[in-house]
């Protein structure tokens, strides 16, 4: 089993390891390291790129408990130095933390649980199960978040099993054995997640909830952090207009 240096330390941009094995993929080179620092994608976090010393790291999967790194080009095993591409990996740390407090805004303040997260290149979305959110839902859990992210709270990070997670108020229940890992946004939020998150509320930078749509039987939310919700015009994001978004059934 490859040690997953990104669960003890999400900052780690560099490191050493050993190529065990390379396997095809998705018909791709696929490095299996003894430590990797590599985000597998899962959770609706995409998996990290970067680089096994002059390979491309082009995605990286996880399969039967493995971290496979999809290459450009095939490597030998042996010792090797790694890279993340760490601009991207930050933005999602950016976006995903910002989706922990977003999600737990909703839900605790206007009863609209989350039900699905998917962190895309461009905006981020969650779907909400319940009403139809107003105009003032989605401002009011915009500028809840905003307050939670410019009061620079600590996000730490818990074990316990899901009993205990439970008690100490988790967002939502799993089911699932054993001790597992949450990400706690003090004060806002507690859930479970094997996910890389930052340290720091602020580091979040600001969130933008750009409109919502009906997607079945539920509503998909729009949003953006950091960089990414820099809005068109220098008017404060609670007065934007938001239009209907359209997304394919």
């Known amino acids: ?117 998917h962190l895309g290149s461009e905006f981020s979305t969650i779907d909400l199960r319940g009403e139809e959110p107003s105009d003032q839902v989605l401002e009011g859990a915009e500028r809840a978040a905003n307050l939670v992210i410019f009061d620079d709270r600590p996000v730490n990070v818990r074990y ?22 949450a990400i706690e946004i003090e004060g806002a939020d507690l859930q479970p997640c094997g996910g890389t998150h930052v340290k720091r509320t602020a580091q979040i930078g600001m969130m933008l909830v750009r409109g919502c749509a009906k997607i079945r039987q539920d509503w998909r939310v729009e949003f953006a952090c950091g960089g990414r919700a820099s809005p068109p015009t220098h008017q404060p994001s609670c007065i934007l207009s938001r239009a209907p978004l359209t997304f394919p059934h």
Do not use: C, N
């Open 1 to 117: 089993m490859t040690e997953r240096l990104y669960l003890k330390d999400p900052y780690l941009k560099s490191f050493q390891a050993r190529v065990l094995e390379v396997r095809e993929l998705e018909g791709k080179p696929a490095a299996i390291l003894d430590r990797s620092a590599f985000y597998p994608e899962g959770g609706g976090q995409p998996g990290d790129r970067g680089t096994l010393g002059a390979a491309s790291v082009v995605d990286t999967q996880e399969r039967g408990g493995a971290v496979l790194h999809l290459l450009d080009r095939t490597i030998e095993p042996g010792e090797v130095a790694a890279r993340i591409d760490w601009p991207r990996r930050f933005d999602h740390m950016q976006q995903h933390t910002g989706q922990h407090l977003l999600s737990a805004m909703f839900q605790e303040r206007f009863g609209r649980p989350t039900v699905s997260f």
């Open 160 to 181: 316990g099993t899901a009993e205990e997670l439970a008690e100490l108020g988790a967002r939502k229940q799993v089911e699932r054995e054993g001790i597992l890992r």
